[in-house]
């Protein structure tokens, strides 16, 4: 006989029917010592009253119905990474032509930045120059328009106010025609009223 008593894992091993090498001596032990016998007696009636209990089973939807509630957050890096990867597409052929793409678009805006950088001057150079052709387009056009509705007056009017002067014109035109147009519209609907 053992000169100790059994271990509390140890009554849970024979409570378990393990069988093995080192089994066989505690179940020896407890074959001959009451006080052992007593407590695997109590133990066992535990484990057969816990077996007797019903068992609970959560119900199929239960994970779903929690995860619905918790709150998932996303650190900011791993959204961004989300979001690219859903524009990339999933075929090789479509990568491949996307990244040629991408890359030919930011070597056309790379060298487009680096021209302009070199050749700000000639740039703004142009731009100028496109806006002074358009000025006196418009000044020409509007010339030869006053010049038809108002003869020699009216070209001497544009030609000493400019480019500001032709905007007032244009201004007080506008509302010469809404005036004349409201004009008309008030005529026309007491002329209608009258006839009714
Ligand atoms: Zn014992």
Not at 3 to 32: K, M, Q, T
Not at 92 to 115: C, D, E, F, I, K
Request: charge should be positive; charged fraction near 20%.
């Amino acid at each position: 006989m053992n000169h100790r008593h059994l271990l509390p894992n140890e009554i849970d091993l024979l409570l378990d029917g393990e069988v093995g090498f080192g089994v066989s001596p505690l179940r020896a032990h407890a074959d001959e010592c009451a006080d052992c016998q007593a407590r695997l007696a109590r133990s066992r009636r535990v484990v057969d009253v816990l077996e007797d209990l019903q068992h609970f089973a959560p119900s199929p939807r239960f994970a779903d119905r929690v995860m619905a509630q918790v709150q998932i957050i996303e650190p900011w890096h791993v959204a961004v990474l989300d979001t690219a990867r859903r524009f990339v597409p999933r075929s090789v052929p479509m990568r491949t032509l996307m990244t040629a793409t991408a890359s030919a678009v930011a070597l056309a805006l790379t060298t487009g930045a680096v021209w302009l950088a070199l050749h700000a001057d000639v740039a703004l150079y142009s731009f100028n120059l496109a806006a002074g052709r358009a000025r006196s387009a418009l000044m020409d056009t509007a010339a030869s328009v006053i010049g038809t509705a108002f003869g020699q007056s009216g070209l001497d009017v544009l030609r000493s106010s400019g480019l500001r002067g032709l905007a007032l014109g244009a201004g007080v035109m506008v509302v010469a025609v809404g005036g004349a147009a409201f004009g008309l519209r008030a005529l026309a609907t007491s002329s209608r009223r009258s006839r009714e």
